[in-house]
């Protein structure tokens, strides 16, 4: 009995960590639209989506069918068996969905819970119908196929029918009210965010309160029973109140849709996905309830409780894992990435794609432009400029910070609308869907119809979608096969074999989040080096002098690394050098594209800036690969146990290193305190390093023609002042172009060749 009151507290543990997970994951379903068009601050956004779980919690329908007879008839499991099953399930839970958090990929909870169900009480049931000698035939006796098809089906309709809606419907808004929506807003914003508000408390009535213990039956059935007068007075009430605060107060009633929808997302979240969270442990708690009141033997207690009775779930339970699921979303940085995974692929601009192209995308989007053609020349020439007027986008100039929102008002208020229609709809005619499909496909349907998936991107966003898509069938294998895995061990490995599960469990999630952890710092790292492009205190020309500074100043640090490393045949400081060149040579592709959009917000006569723009991410770009290919060479050489033979050539690496150092300190000083120095100064260092090592370059091609070293170290020994020559010309040309441009001597900053 012990280690049954020691499992039942492991499920409820494990109940809060589901809780933690699955709501990072969640979380996507209903703060997307709102932090995507940044209708608000994010921790206004945050707040209301935590009033809508916390209260949504409270109006739960408890424990749904799903976690207690919905998958499999506990009526033929034994408590011990049923205990495998419910534990086996939690753990696999805990695992797949931290491993889809981790990748920043929103799956479905329901899914997850209704295929570890399956594989759990499959393997259980085969178990256990052997260790009783029953026939094969009786093993499908456990699983409730009718049920769990319907299920499956539903969930994965529901994808098509969200898509296509999320298509028509966005189509259908931005011919009505294009980019350029302001006066059509005033004209049926009131209007159409009616329509919106009236939709989004249908959702409620129909969703969020279904099934609630905290409504009279006399108040649920008055709610049924007048449903069309009630949504006809709520589209009234609503439609005149916004129109009164879009004219007496400069109110955009499309940010109440969008509040209105992320409050109301979360709290029919809450209230009905709460059972894949702690559904399973509080069926273990009440069925451990009713076992000790039999006082029979685990092993001959059947579950025919679970089969016949309403199982309720007290409301305090209900309130503390609504304050966890808040304060989850809150804290989770895990839930910020799932978030940006589903805000990237449906962001109207151009940028940094997050997903890589594949084949099949490809394919798609060839195949969509030639119907596209095709289609073009079917359609009259009138409707086609229609189109095209409608769809035009804002001739502004491109903004290249980072706070613009991915997507404007209309799309965001189509996304909760359209989300919590066909939810609403499907659930009053008992059709089982999932919620994170629904929100994702809807989200991605209207990102299509409003050509966000331009050329520049089409084939990046399909790639990301295929990849979430895909993602969502991985889903079901993988829960189905690891909690049927676990299950096996749980029953063959009795006592034992629960423990090591547990702890190899507990040891996955403190590696993950470690992982996880160094992952965001290296990402805020990555963040922070752009951080002094977003400044509005510098012009363009001071935010890339800084820029090109700070990255100089790591390439240094790398450069002296590798050298010291080869030196001494330190493997550890050459590896640590070459994982910060990786991060540099990204660096040097993030500043790239961030120097295109700087491009397209100047003035077309600012040749000046422009050339700095360019030169110095070119220049950032070929400081990082030349030492990079540095790094490379002396890994290699060093990793595989090489040796360098010539004393001489030491000797050189070390004044090698000196002289670069102080040549690097020098072009730092010359940008950090442009007016004290001079180009002259800089031109005398550059010439003495660059003799230095012209000078050692020939002696080493005379050394390898006379001494005859191995070929691999005579590679490494050319390649070393062949890439520090090209770094120390890269620096000349950098200096050399700042110091000019504080001079303003001479109108051209091209860089030219280093003969001067």
Not at 285 to 307: I, R, T
Not at 449 to 470: F, N, P, T
Not at 710 to 731: H, M, P, Y
């Amino acid at each position: 009995m012990d280690f049954y009151i020691f499992i039942i507290g492991v499920l409820m543990l494990l109940a809060v960590l589901d809780l933690i997970v699955g709501v990072s994951n969640d979380a996507v379903n209903f703060l997307n639209s709102a932090i995507g068009s940044k209708v608000a601050s994010y921790r206004t956004v945050i707040m209301i989506a935590i009033a809508g779980i916390i209260i949504g919690s409270v109006f739960s329908s408890g424990i749904m069918e799903i976690a207690r007879k919905g998958i499999f008839y506990p009526q033929h499991f034994t408590f011990d068996v049923l205990l495998v099953v419910f534990l086996a399930v939690m753990l696999t839970d805990i695992v797949l969905l931290d491993i889809f958090n981790s990748l920043g990929l929103p799956t479905s909870t329901t899914v997850s819970i209704v295929f570890e169900l399956l594989g759990a009480s499959l393997m259980a049931g085969i178990l256990f119908s052997m260790s009783k000698n029953d026939s094969i035939g009786e093993i499908w006796k456990y699983i409730n196929f009718e049920s769990t098809g319907t299920i499956v089906s539903g969930i994965f309709l529901s994808i098509l029918i969200a898509f296509t809606a999320g298509v028509l419907v966005q189509y259908f808004c931005r011919l009505l009210f294009t980019f350029q929506y302001e006066a059509k807003i005033k004209q049926l914003g009131a209007l159409f965010s009616g329509i919106g508000i009236t939709a989004i408390v249908y959702f409620l009535l129909i969703k969020g309160l279904k099934g609630t213990t905290l409504l009279s039956g006399e108040i649920s059935g008055f709610i049924r029973d007048n449903t069309l007068p009630i949504i006809i007075f709520i589209f009234t009430i609503s439609t005149l109140l916004l129109f009164a605060m879009q004219r007496l107060w400069g109110i955009n009633p499309l940010k109440i849709v969008v509040l209105a929808g992320t409050f109301s997302l979360a709290m029919a979240f809450a209230g009905n996905d709460l059972v894949n969270f702690i559904g399973v442990p509080i069926t273990g708690l009440l069925a451990y309830q009713n076992w000790m009141e039999s006082g029979l033997p685990s092993s001959e207690y059947y579950m025919g409780y679970l089969a016949g009775s309403d199982v309720i779930v007290p409301n305090y339970m209900l309130l503390m894992a609504g304050v966890v699921m808040g304060l989850t979303i809150w804290f989770s940085a895990k839930a910020k990435k799932v978030t940006e995974t589903e805000v990237s692929l449906g962001r109207q601009d151009e940028g940094e794609e997050k997903f890589r192209p594949n084949a099949v995308s490809r394919s798609i989007v060839n195949s969509s432009i030639t119907f596209s053609k095709i289609f073009g020349v079917i359609i009259p020439s009138s409707v086609t400029k229609r189109y095209n007027t409608s769809f035009e986008k804002k001739k502004l100039q491109e903004a290249v910070t980072t706070d613009q929102p991915a997507f404007d008002l209309i799309r965001a208020s189509v996304n909760l609308v359209m989300a919590s229609i066909i939810i609403a709809w499907a659930t009053s005619n008992k059709l089982p869907l999932s919620t994170t499909y629904v929100s994702f496909m809807v989200a991605m349907g209207s990102s299509l119809a409003d050509k966000a998936w331009g050329r520049d991107s089409a084939v990046y966003r399909v790639a990301g979608v295929l990849s979430v898509i895909g993602g969502w069938f991985i889903t079901a294998l993988i829960a189905f096969s690891v909690s049927a895995l676990f299950a096996l061990v749980l029953y063959k490995g009795g006592q034992i074999g629960a423990f090591v599960l547990m702890g190899l469990v507990l040891l996955y999630i403190v590696v993950s989040q470690i992982q996880f952890s160094q992952k965001e710092k290296k990402s805020k790292k990555t963040k922070d080096r752009l951080k002094v492009l977003d400044q509005k205190d510098l012009d363009t020309v001071q935010k890339y002098q800084s820029l090109v500074s700070a990255t100089i100043s790591e390439i240094a640090a790398s450069y002296n690394t590798v050298l010291d490393g080869l030196i001494t045949g330190n493997i550890a400081k050459l590896e640590q050098a070459n994982k910060t060149l990786v991060d540099l040579e990204q660096h040097g592709y993030h500043v790239r594209t961030k120097s295109i959009k700087y491009l397209k917000s100047l003035e077309a006569n600012d040749k000046l800036t422009s050339q700095v723009i360019v030169l110095s991410s070119d220049f950032i770009q070929d400081l990082s690969q030349s030492t990079k290919f540095l790094s490379d060479e002396a890994m290699f050489y060093v990793k595989n146990l090489h040796e360098i033979t010539d004393e001489a050539f030491l000797e050189d690496l070390k004044t090698l290193d000196r002289k670069m150092y102080h040549f690097f300190n020098l072009v730092l000083v010359s940008l950090e305190q442009t007016e004290h120095e001079d180009l002259e100064t800089v031109r005398k260092t550059r010439n003495d390093v660059r003799a230095f090592i012209n000078d050692k370059l020939d002696a080493q091609i005379l050394n390898i023609n006379e001494a005859k070293p191995s070929t691999k170290e005579g590679i490494l020994q050319t390649n070393v002042f062949l890439q520090s020559r090209d770094i120390q010309a890269v620096l000349m040309r950098i200096s050399k172009m700042f110091l000019r441009l504080y001079d303003k001597k001479i109108p051209s900053v091209g860089g030219g060749t280093e003969t001067e």
